[in-house]
């Protein structure tokens, strides 16, 4: 079975400073896949940041970057110079398992809030 | 343009009236996902398909089946709605390769009165 932990429900971050969401996860799997998916208030999912299990690079893009912990079983989200638009709902998600059977897997979220 | 289409946006239906949501897609992709979402709270998975393989998750309801008649459309039909179903129901399309994201509908929001 996968399990996603976010354990920080809300967060708060000043505009235009750097800002951690925290992900945790467990699986047996020894491939998998790792996501960040954005959630504003209109309700869609916006893919944000992918890192394989097997990269050995931290993923990054543009002013997402996962810093990718494998021993830790950490993958955490830093968004850098936020901005007012990045409010939102941020989603840590997990795809594991044989092909046929990877269900993608979300964990409970964290609400960030930009301040000006 | 949409890649994933939800239908309809909003849909509001009785307490025991049987419902059924779409879900469409023009990328082709094998996978399929549905997904319940209560308020503020995470995407709950329901059940995937790759291809025609049906994975239904273990804690879903009897109340919840799904169809999908081709690769581009994929349905939910809820039974017998009862007022704890009232969610946003997401609709989501992937390849089969581990890495690839998810494509999300913009889902459809259920009201049962």
């Known amino acids: 079975a996968q399990k996603i932990t976010q354990t920080q429900p809300g967060m708060f971050v000043q505009e235009k400073e750097a800002v951690t969401l925290d992900c945790t996860y467990d699986t047996s799997d020894q491939s998998y896949g790792l996501f960040w998916y954005k959630q504003p208030s209109s309700g869609e999912m916006i893919f944000l940041i992918y890192?394989?299990?097997?990269?050995?690079q931290n993923a990054t893009e543009g002013r997402y970057s996962l810093n990718f912990q494998k021993a830790r079983k950490s993958a955490n989200l830093v968004i850098s110079a936020s901005q007012l638009g990045d409010s939102a709902m941020y989603f840590c998600a997990m795809r594991a398992g044989d092909t046929g059977r990877r269900a993608l897997t979300f964990g409970s979220g964290t609400r960030l809030q930009v301040q000006p | 343009d949409a890649m994933v289409i939800q239908n309809p946006r909003y849909q509001v239906t009785q307490f025991g009236k049987p419902v059924t949501l779409s879900c469409s897609q023009t990328l082709n992709h094998n996978v399929m996902y549905w997904y319940q979402q209560k308020s503020s709270q995470a995407p709950k998975l329901l059940f995937h398909?790759?291809?025609?393989?049906?994975?239904n998750e273990a804690d879903t309801p009897d109340n919840f089946q799904s169809r999908r008649p081709n690769t581009s459309f994929c349905f939910l039909d809820i039974r017998s709605p009862g007022l704890g179903d009232a969610a946003m129901y997401l609709c989501?399309?992937?390849?089969?390769?581990?890495?690839?994201?998810?494509?999300f509908g913009q889902g459809t929001r259920l009201t049962v009165v």
């Open positions: 890192q394989g299990s097997y990269d050995e």
């Open positions: 398909y790759y291809d025609k393989d049906f994975n």
């Open positions: 989501a399309t992937t390849t089969g390769g581990l890495g690839t994201e998810a494509f």
